[in-house]
Structure formats: C-alpha cells, structure tokens
C-alpha cells in the first residue's frame, strides 16, 4: 500500500505535468478529485474561485496575496476566454495601462464582451473581474493580443478613453503616445469616427508633450475633411512633463516620465544638500563607524535573523564556512558576510564620489560587483547554484503583499541602462538618492538582494551631495514599504520623498 507520501508524490506529478510551459491557472477538471483535494490540502493549489486553481506554495500562508499576484493576468486571460470564446476584449483604459507597462494588480478589471452581463465576480484579495455587455466587438484592426490578453490597440485605446483618463494617468498617456511612430493611425481612426472632440484632446495632449508640429496637423487634418477641433490640453495644468523621444521601449518612456514629475515634490521636502565633503578620510570614518549598526537593520528589513553579536563576528572574520558545518549552512550568517563583503566595495564607491567621480556613472559600473559580493558566500557555500551570480534576473517575480508586480524581465535590459542614464544626467543629489533607490525596487533587475542594492544606492548618491550615511530602521519597515508601495502602485513620489528626507534629516543631526 502506497504511504501518504508516495501518494502525494503521484499527485505532484499529474501538477508537473500541467505546469509545463510556465502555467499556473487550472481547471478543477484538469485533476481528478483524489489529486485535486491532495494538492490543495498541502498547500501546492489554492482555489481561487469554483472550478478554477492557481499554483501555490506549502509554505504559503492563508494571507499571502503572492501566489494569486503572479497568476492575476493568466487567469484573467483563461477566464474570460473559457466564458466568452473570443469575443471579449480587456477596457480601453486597462488595455492603455498594459500597453504602458503599468503591471500594478488592478482592484478591478473591466471585461467587455457581447455575452456579458453586467456583474461582478469577486476575486481574492479585493480584486474583481466585471463583465461589461457591449453590443458587439470592435473591429479586429483596433484589437491586440498580448500574453493571451485580448487588448485595444494602443492607438485605439487613446482615442476611446475618457478625457478623465489623461489627467488620472498622465505618465501612461505619455509612454503610449511616445510610442506611436506615426501619427497616422490615429488621424485615420478620428477621422473615420469623426471624432473632433477627442482630436481637439490629442491635440492638446501633443502639444503639452512637446510634439507641436502633430498638435498642429491634427486639427487641420480634421478640418479639411470638414470637422471643426477645438484644441484643449486634458492633462491637470501643474503636471511635469519630461519630453520623450518618439520610439523606445514602454519601460524607457515609464521611467523617464515618472522622473521628470517626481523631482520636483522631492527637491520640495528634501533638506539642503551639504555639498561634497572637503575631507574624505572624516566622512569615510564615519561610514566605517555605521556598519554594524547599517547592515543589522537592513538584513532585518529582509527577514534575516540578525544580531549585533553575529553581525559583529562575520566582520571580525570570526566565521569559518569551510571548517565549521554549521557556519556553511547558517543562511543568517552566509547574508551577514555577503553584506559585508558587498559594503566594502559600496565604502569605495561613495570615496570615489566624494573625490569627483560621476555618482550615477560609477553605479553603473559598480552595481552588478555589489550583487556578486552579497551572495558569493552562498555560492561557496553551496546554498545556491554558481549561476545566481550571473546578473539581471531571468524570470518573473512578485513581491509579498504587494499589488506591485516588477516588469517583464525582458524589459530589465532596457530599464536598468535608462536607470543609469536618468542618474547621470541629473543634477540633485537627493533626486539621484530617492529615485535611485525606488527605481532598483521598481524593477527589480535580481532574483534577490534588490532592497540591499537599493539602499546601497542611495547612500552613494547621498554622499554626492554631502549627506550623511542614512540608515532605515528595521522598527520603520512598516512605514518605509508602505511608502514604496504607495510610489510603485499610485505613482505618488512624495511619502517616499518625505520618510527618506527625514531619516536623513536624522542622520545630519546626529
């Protein structure tokens, strides 16, 4: 007779074999019940809604958003698809926000479809799908499908969201509007609509943007084939605006934009910068002197287990992963030497700077050497694989309880080298330190060590302006991911301005 784990192990594989090609959403009817109830009494399937299962970990707690974060848009294309066929299409605005690269989990997603029926299904975590009955699809040309999601093409969608939308969501109007190569397709769509009030609002649009030449066209465009357009400007009157080449990538325009409107609400609360300090060795023996005070709370922060007793003894070299079994598999103690390891290479970088090296340049050169330096203990220790150290992540990622979801991992190779150019080309060093460090959380470019590299960061670019070394504190860790959240998920810089602003502003008084 078989023992309980040999049956869990035959359950565990009818999963694997489902899960070939990344999948994580199923069918109650894709197992058998046997197996479908084995899976979800240990942990390796969560139900999320009758009939439907989504991957999950054993480990996973009861409120843990993760499992169901990394599988909202696959269910939400397996869903709509087992319900309405193809005859359903994600709204204009949700459509806009992913052509944008805005992967923030939704609290709603709008499914429009001629079977809809004007209802809501509630989904885990206080988010909900509602089925909006349209009278028929949109023509395939305005349609897109992207990771099996059935969108509004971006020059569709510009033209069907409401004027609303723009001063909502000005920074993803901007990243799609930067990436339409020309404006023709949506001239032809507003003027096969005849839409003058929506080309009167494009036209306003290009404008702020800073492409008056196509501002221009579009009314007179509109006007030959006997429209009248008033040109009106949708965005709010006081929005920043970055000016963005015509063609990149999604992700370039995101960050461009986002920084271009969060210098200003970070130069506004941040306190003076010192300048650069005239003696090196002083700063430098001040710095020395946070360490162990640095690397406490932000292992902490992290989840390790740190003490200042341990901490103490991975610097003074007290710590023998070779010929001591339990120091190799002490994963504590294998995070404590990396961060000190990596913190003698961060020291270096912040003396650079303080004698005239470009801040954002050395980063750029620098950061990949601060990752390897914290997980190179673990690689000799055999905890993980050599390849670990090989750079930007490879696969998704979803952080725990947050409805932030990282971008694509493709998207990494253009975000981190437009990170680096925003850092060199800008003139404050408190700019460089926020925006710095939310961006490496933002995108997350490593399989793990992100807020470690991310704090790292900003406390060479405070160094640029004669700031002090700034610890956040483990008791903060409440306050300090709710305001990265608040940055990732509303676009709002400025929590995350201020509680940066005043653990420095802690720092210089002591």
Known sequence: MATPNEKLATSLAHLEELQKGERRVFRSAELTRVHRERLVRNGFLREVLKGWLVSSRPNAESGDTTPWTASFWEFCASYSTARFGEAWTLSPEQSLMLHAENTTIPRQVIICSPKGTNNSVQLPFDTSFYDLRQRKMPPDAELTTRDGLRLFAPEAALIKVPEAFFARNPVEVQVVMSGVPDLSDVLSRLLHGGHSVIAGRIAGALRRLGRAAEADETPKVMKQAGYDVREADPFVPTQTF????????????????????????????????????????????????????????????????????????????????????????????????????????????????????????????????????????????????????????????????????????????????????????????????????????YIHPYPDGNGRTARFLMNVMLASGGYPWTVIRVESRDAYLAALERASVSLDIEPFARFVADQVERSMER
């Open 242 to 441: 970055g000016i963005l080449g015509q063609v990149h990538p999604p992700i370039v325009g995101r960050l461009k934009s986002a920084w271009a409107s969060f210098r200003e609400p970070i130069v506004s609360v941040f306190p003076r910068a010192p300048g650069r300090p005239r003696d090196t060795t002083a700063y430098l023996t001040v710095v020395d002197e946070m360490y162990g005070n640095d690397a406490y709370h932000s292992l902490s922060i992290e989840g390790y287990r740190m003490t200042p007793q341990l901490v103490e003894r991975v610097r003074a070299g007290n710590w023998d992963p070779h010929g001591d079994e339990a120091d190799r598999q002490d994963r504590d103690a294998l995070a404590a030497r990396g961060y000190w390891q990596a913190f003698q290479l961060v020291r270096s970088a912040v003396a650079d700077v303080i004698d005239g090296s470009s801040p954002g340049t050395l980063a750029r050169e620098a950061h990949h050497e601060w990752y390897r330096e914290m997980f190179q203990p673990s690689v000799a220790a055999g905890l993980i694989g050599a390849s670990s150290l090989a750079g930007y992540r490879n696969s998704a990622v979803f952080l725990h309880g947050s409805r932030h979801v990282p971008p694509r991992w493709e998207a990494v190779r253009d975000a981190m080298p437009a990170l680096f150019d925003l850092l060199e080309s800008e003139t404050e060093p408190s700019v460089r330190a926020v925006l710095g460090h939310w961006l490496i959380g």
